[in-house]
């Protein structure tokens, strides 16, 4: 599982608002990609540094920066837009509980992206600040999630390029939320898998898999819970950063984060329940072997007692009771046919009783 906290020791005795990378990503450049529009046009770049950098008052700015892992270029492209320290921080820090702050010219909202990767579920921090006139977004890995609103720009679909930056803000947070449909329903589909496993032949690789599903969806609470005071906040925050008309699209936002809260807590029960099931299944199997290796020794006991009896091997001449059998012409097949009758006579038995 991912660690909650990472490489916190780098924080240590630093002042406040340092430029710190909280995070476990190294090497790679970081790709900032540059998107100017309006009602009428619209202009795209990719930018190689911050020093391209170059804010206008017209229409709108979204810049989304791929890899946060060099907090230089991370400062200088805040310090353009007068972003405070602190927030250049929080930025930085991966390790951040989702929430929303209205710093006055600005809404820094912070979120997880989550997404699957060789199997495993991964969660890669994203931080969007909302200004007058721009969005900035910044993404912990290359993940390319906001390709789709990117497109919608480009080709002028819907009312993303009517609208201001607070729609365009919550185009991201809805690509994010749809993301967190996607996981639950893969994992669901998980439970089902294991569920199947359970019933039919659960092994040491099944009970991996139900470890694995718990783990999975505490990333997913860890989450989708703090999102719900987070779009809140913005839905009753006063401000002039969002407006009227984006209002209803962030109560639409709030009632997806409300069946995604519920639809976890039932995977959470259900991974739960599969615990349970597992060690059912595992005593219910244990107790099949027992029961046949019982009836097998059930079978054998008697046969054991008489083979013993007849073992002793007393001398018949010393005394007339000394085994009496042991010089019977047919002696042997008696006791061969005395054993046949004791195993079918319990056969019989334990069938009656419906024992196997």
Same mark, same amino acid.
């Given at each position: ?11 240590? *005795? ?8 909280? +995070?476990?990503?190294?090497?790679? +450049? ?15 770049? @990719? ?34 837009? *007068? ?9 930085? @820090? ?58 919608? /720009? ?17 185009? #991201? ?10 996981? #639950? ?38 989450? &989708?819970?703090? /999102? ?88 018949? *001449? ?12 047919? +002696? ?9 009758? &004791?195993?079918? +006579? ?11």
């Amino acid at each position: 599982m991912k660690k909650i906290l990472k490489n916190s020791r780098k924080k240590v *005795g630093q002042l406040p608002g340092s430029l710190i990378y909280m +995070g476990d990503r190294t090497g790679n +450049g970081i790709k900032i990609n540059a998107a100017h529009y309006g009602r009428e046009n619209f202009y795209e770049k @990719n930018i190689l540094s911050p020093e391209e950098l170059k804010p206008s008052g017209e229409g709108i700015l979204w810049l989304n920066v791929d890899g946060i892992h060099i907090p230089e270029t991370i400062g200088n492209i805040c310090d353009k837009f *007068g972003i405070h320290p602190l927030t250049q921080e929080d930025i930085l @820090n991966t390790a951040h509980r989702p929430k929303a702050e209205d710093n006055g010219s600005y809404i820094f909202i912070v979120m997880k992206m989550l997404g699957f990767q060789s199997g495993s579920l991964l969660s890669e921090q994203v931080s969007l600040i909302i200004g007058k006139n721009y969005v900035l977004s910044f993404q912990e890995n290359a993940t390319d999630e906001f390709e789709t609103v990117r497109e919608n /720009l480009r080709k002028n679909k819907g009312k993303i390029r009517e609208l201001g930056p607070d729609y365009l803000a919550y185009r #991201l947070l809805d690509v994010v939320l749809d993301n967190y449909f996607a996981v #639950l329903e893969k994992i669901g589909d998980e439970i089902e898998n294991v569920e199947d496993e359970l019933v039919e032949n659960p092994t040491r690789q099944t009970l991996e898999k139900i470890y694995k599903l718990k783990g999975e969806m505490i990333i997913i609470r860890r989450a &989708v819970w703090p /999102l719900r005071e987070v779009i809140s906040s913005l839905e009753k925050t006063e401000t002039e950063l969002i407006s009227k008309s984006t209002q209803p699209y962030l109560r639409d936002l709030y009632d997806h984060i409300v069946q995604l809260i519920d639809t976890n807590e039932n995977y959470r029960e259900m991974a739960a329940g599969l615990m349970d099931i597992y060690l059912s299944s595992v005593s219910n199997k244990l107790n099949e072997i027992m029961k046949v290796l019982t009836i097998i020794s059930t079978f054998f006991i008697p046969l054991n007692f008489i083979a013993g009896i007849y073992g002793m091997n007393f001398n018949t *001449g010393i005394s007339k009771y000394n085994m009496p059998e042991l010089n019977f012409y047919l +002696g042997y097949p008696m006791v061969l046919f005395l054993m046949f009758l &004791v195993s079918l +006579g319990l056969f019989i038995y334990f069938k009656r009783k419906k024992w196997f």
